[in-house]
């Protein structure tokens, strides 16, 4: 038996001389291995270039990697590793160059310490040169492990695209990503910290010369205590503070912040990150904080630990209750009322405004009582009957005097604008908006100041609707058809003052008439029902055929028409406290009478000589009036008419004795 098998005493002893040889010829064995196969490294590497071929040793094996620029180059490099003595097996992994379309790189953050680079990576770039390239980017402790394969297709300045991906994974947790593929860049992750995320959101409104961004999924950073805030500052302005969940619900919150400043600054200084409590939904949560601080005339609203706290000055005395009210019925689901600190103080200032859009006029800010409401509502009614009213104003002591009054004014002017809004702050009001006519629009801040209490300052920004011209005779009259359809210019019995329903009518005539050229108009006149005073006889001059023939620069210059701003031709309007006629003069106006109109009276020929000779002005001696009401009339209205801008070639008023029909009010028609 010892015979037999005595050759088994001595395996624990071959196994351990093994045991102690191996771990100490091992590593001699793979340092030789690896000097003899760095030579066949060495020898694959071209001009400008890293060797492609990659080698491990394990042992006495080899582990081949790398692409070959073709298969001669990958099948040489393969049989001189084969040859190499003492080597056992080769494991060959080698690549052959190829064209990638797209070319795709992605750069992976696995660890805190560890990026993985995958896809493809330029051919010209060897990873070693690549990591070099890289390394910057990173913080010292991190290591770049490149298992990229080599291909043809890189977009130019891969480099610098590829280290703008690897300096945004920094503020970036493990697992995130960046992918370029031909020139876009994409990411996906999730930030690490708040301020790594805007970092990050910032950096990625800047991507490189000649790259685009394409998807980007970076989620921000979950903090535990995420709050937010509005600040309301005196004179409107908000101020935005805290967090927001996304970039999504920002452009929400911003909306209702500009629709809440009502003009004035937006200040957005709110950062992303995650962390609001489950159930709380953020739109509702903004939407009631925007809510509370529009009753404030300053402070601040603040959402923090799932509570609602307010603090600082409230709008008006009925503001506190209306907070409370809110607070306590009225929060977001999800949250609590937290503290509220509240003071009020007189409004200062004491604002009022009214803004006319295409289908609604708004009333916001105070009045001072419910009586001055019910007459501003009863002014507005008649004025905007196809509109809808909508009141928002509210009831607070502090009301500059005369407060109703200017309200009044400035509504009849903005009766006459296509859209606009007054704002009346204190003792000053504005008038803003766009005019339905070109001609009126420069008239309004003169015409509203001289119907504004004593003491008010008026101040009027108008713009004019953009003017253009038409040779289209078909168009033409059709404009001028839209222009006097459905009027009906009818004078108080006995006068020639034009009334204020008239303009409307009489600026879209002379927007018409401006717009089209080729438009000739006659003007004709009204009279009276049989048994009315007579009309108080202006010093028009009986043999005047047509108010054209005047010199018109003179007239305007020595006898302007004040009249309220244009109004919509279908808007009822409020007769003005103080309206001047058009044409007719007062005793002082006849001393200043255009000398020309005199000069072609039919009668005065001898003192048209003698002025001629004397060659020198002469006092004049007082016209005999016209006699013929409906004459008057007509050059009331053409006068009116030229001030407007209508050249005085294209219009003219009916001779005397042609006269309209008392019911159909004053005639414009078209001359051939």
Known sequence: MLQKFGWACGLPGLALIVGVATPLLAPRMERRLDDRAGAVVRATTEAGLEPWLRLTVRGRDLIAAGEAPDEAGRVAALDRLKRLPGLRHVVGRIGIVEDASPFVWTATRTSPERIELSGSRPVEIGPSALAAKLAPELPSETRIIDQAKAARGAPPDFSAASAFALEQLKPLAPGASATIADTTVSFSGEALTVAGYEEVRQALSYPPTGFTMGKVDIRPAAIPDFQFAVTRERGGNLVLSGNVVSEAAREDIRAMADAAADGASVDDRMQTARGLEEGIDPTTLSRFAFRISSLLQDGRVTYADSRLSVSGTALDGQAIGEIDALLRDGRPSGTRAGPVDLAAMPLSPYRFMVRRE??????????????????????????????????????????????????????????????????????????????????????????????MPAGWRVQAEVKPPPGTTSDDPAACRSSFERATQGSRLVFAPGSVTLRAEFYPTLDAVASAAKACPGLRIEVIGHGDPAGVAGAPKPALDAGVENTASVDSGKARDGDKVTKPATAKADKPAVKPADPKPASVKDGKDKATRDKATRDKAAGDKAAKEKDAKADAPKEAKPAEPEPDLARQRALVVVEYLLQAGIPADRIVAAPAGRANAIGQGVGLALRS
Not at 363 to 371: I, M
Not at 413 to 428: F, K, Q, Y
Request: positive net charge.
């Open 358 to 451: 295409s289908d609604a006029v708004t009333l916001t800010g105070h009045l001072p009582d419910s009586v001055t409401r019910d007459r501003i509502l009863a002014t507005l009614r008649p004025r905007f009957f196809r509109e809808r009213i909508v009141d928002k104003s509210r009831v607070a002591e502090g009301a500059p005097a005369d407060l109703a009054g200017a309200v009044e004014a400035g509504i009849t002017s903005l009766a006459m604008l296509a859209t606009g809004e007054i704002r009346l702050s204190d003792r000053s009001l504005a008038l803003t908006g766009n005019s339905l006519y070109r001609e009126s629009a420069g008239r309004y801040e003169t015409d509203l100041a001289r119907r």
